[in-house]
């Protein structure tokens, strides 16, 4: 996977999952060493709030590690509305207060090559806000902005509930109308097109689906869920999909919940070690001497094939306590003939959770290490 171009740029600057599963778990295992995928920083960091000794974040691309060195060194030294404003999480927007961001980042105790890296991605794009920097956003805030063009704002309203009943209520009332459809149908047709995410963003990488049913069927479904078990204004995901951006702080990850930033600042600015590291996670377990209570996989092993996908956890086996709880997402694919052999599945204790988590794109697995 390193020499693909997918794995050497910015594709994440938000996150597209929901940390909040696997913080719900840390909350209840208490890891002492956790050892995650890093991404834009945003899917380990909340984590930090357990107290960990120490987390160990993966990456292949450098300017992951770089955002993930951002976002914790702002986290560990500033307060939250700083935080908000710096990325352009709401009730700010990317474009504000960039004289501000300008300041802040001169401030800013970070490495010569993470300096390097955001000042010339600034000095690109004005001194707005990262958000929207990624790759995967980039490609998911251009569809709704595509077909806001052609339908308007008719679709705003579908964020004004604060009361699962009423929403409940005016989509029972909505998805009768062919035409009020129109819109939620070209956005799974577009989200459902493996052709179009090959093209412009996996370059060639997208997961080889194995889950039964169609493209259309699998994101229909997942829409259903979301929209069954929670506001729409508050969720992140739904508001990239039909606004192309965050507009209510109600639906802000889980890195800028004032409750979720405080332990974490708090567990950073007591000691807990984060530790960047760019490798892939099988390399990197293979030389480790390190032992950790909890992995987060994130979806790694949906590119899996061959002897990585069958022997993936038996390569953790080394760096994982007895007991160890590992996470792996699975996005439209679920790896095949895995060596599950000294692991127990105990998914379905975390059940509760998974039905929670903001994203429902993932079916998703946890695996006990019990030797």
Same mark, same amino acid.
């Given at each position: 996977?390193?020499?693909?171009?997918?794995?050497?740029?910015?594709?994440?600057?938000?996150?597209?999952?929901?940390?909040?599963?696997?913080?719900?778990?840390?909350?209840?295992?208490?890891?002492?060493?956790?050892?995650?995928?890093?991404?834009?920083?945003?899917?380990? =960091?909340?984590?930090?709030?357990?107290?960990?000794?120490?987390?160990?974040?993966?990456?292949?691309?450098?300017? +992951?590690?770089?955002?993930?060195? =951002?976002?914790?060194?702002?986290?560990?030294?500033?307060?939250?509305?700083?935080?908000?404003?710096?990325?352009?999480?709401?009730?700010?927007?990317?474009?504000?207060?960039? *004289?501000?961001?300008?300041?802040?980042?001169?401030?800013?105790?970070?490495?010569?090559?993470?300096?390097?890296?955001?000042?010339?991605?600034?000095?690109?794009?004005?001194?707005?806000?990262?958000?929207?920097?990624?790759?995967?956003?980039?490609?998911?805030?251009?569809?709704?902005?595509?077909?806001?063009?052609?339908?308007?704002?008719?679709?705003?309203?579908?964020?004004?509930?604060?009361?699962?009943?009423?929403?409940?209520?005016?989509?029972?009332?909505?998805?009768?109308?062919?035409?009020?459809?129109?819109?939620?149908? *070209?956005?799974?047709?577009?989200?459902?097109?493996?052709?179009?995410?090959?093209?412009?963003?996996?370059?060639?990488?997208?997961?080889?689906?194995?889950?039964?049913?169609?493209?259309?069927?699998?994101?229909?479904?997942?829409?259903?869920?979301?929209?069954?078990?929670?506001?729409?204004?508050?969720?992140?995901?739904? +508001?990239?999909?039909?606004?192309?951006?965050?507009?209510?702080?109600?639906?802000?990850?889980?890195?800028?919940?004032?409750?979720?930033?405080?332990?974490?600042?708090?567990?950073?600015?007591?000691?807990?070690?984060?530790?960047?590291?760019?490798?892939?996670?099988?390399?990197?377990? *293979?030389?480790?001497?390190?032992?950790?209570?909890?992995?987060?996989?994130?979806?790694?092993?949906?590119?899996?094939?061959?002897?990585?996908?069958?022997?993936?956890?038996?390569?953790?086996?080394?760096?994982?306590?007895?007991?160890?709880?590992?996470?792996?997402?699975?996005?439209?694919?679920?790896?095949?003939?895995?060596?599950?052999?000294?692991?127990?599945?105990?998914?379905?204790?975390?059940?509760?959770?998974?039905?929670?988590?903001?994203?429902?794109?993932?079916?998703?697995?946890?695996?006990?290490?019990?030797?």
């Amino acid at each position: 996977m390193t020499g693909n171009a997918y794995f050497n740029s910015l594709n994440y600057s938000i996150a597209n999952e929901d940390a909040a599963f696997e913080l719900g778990i840390c909350r209840q295992i208490k890891p002492k060493k956790i050892l995650a995928i890093c991404g834009s920083g945003a899917r380990f =960091l909340p984590l930090a709030g357990v107290g960990p000794e120490k987390i160990t974040a993966l990456d292949l691309a450098t300017q +992951q590690l770089a955002l993930a060195d =951002l976002r914790r060194t702002i986290m560990q030294n500033y307060p939250l509305q700083d935080y908000l404003r710096f990325f352009g999480y709401p009730p700010y927007s990317t474009h504000e207060f960039k *004289a501000e961001r300008a300041a802040l980042f001169s401030e800013l105790n970070i490495k010569p090559d993470t300096r390097r890296y955001f000042s010339e991605l600034f000095r690109k794009i004005d001194w707005d806000g990262l958000l929207y920097q990624g790759r995967w956003e980039e490609t998911f805030i251009g569809i709704p902005k595509k077909l806001r063009k052609i339908f308007g704002t008719a679709y705003d309203s579908i964020f004004q509930f604060k009361d699962q009943k009423e929403q409940d209520a005016f989509f029972a009332k909505k998805l009768k109308d062919k035409l009020w459809c129109s819109v939620p149908a *070209a956005v799974l047709m577009l989200m459902g097109n493996a052709t179009f995410f090959n093209t412009v963003l996996y370059r060639g990488s997208f997961v080889r689906k194995n889950i039964p049913g169609s493209y259309f069927e699998f994101y229909s479904n997942a829409f259903k869920r979301l929209f069954a078990n929670g506001l729409a204004r508050e969720n992140f995901f739904l +508001q990239i999909c039909f606004l192309g951006r965050l507009q209510y702080p109600e639906g802000n990850p889980l890195e800028v919940h004032p409750d979720v930033y405080a332990a974490a600042q708090k567990a950073l600015q007591a000691g807990t070690e984060i530790e960047l590291v760019e490798r892939d996670v099988l390399g990197f377990a *293979a030389k480790t001497q390190e032992k950790y209570d909890f992995v987060s996989l994130s979806n790694v092993p949906s590119y899996f094939s061959g002897a990585p996908e069958s022997n993936y956890l038996q390569s953790l086996t080394r760096c994982l306590n007895r007991g160890a709880l590992v996470v792996v997402r699975c996005y439209l694919r679920i790896p095949e003939g895995t060596d599950t052999s000294g692991f127990v599945d105990v998914s379905h204790e975390y059940s509760e959770l998974a039905a929670k988590e903001k994203m429902q794109m993932y079916r998703i697995l946890v695996f006990k290490y019990v030797g």
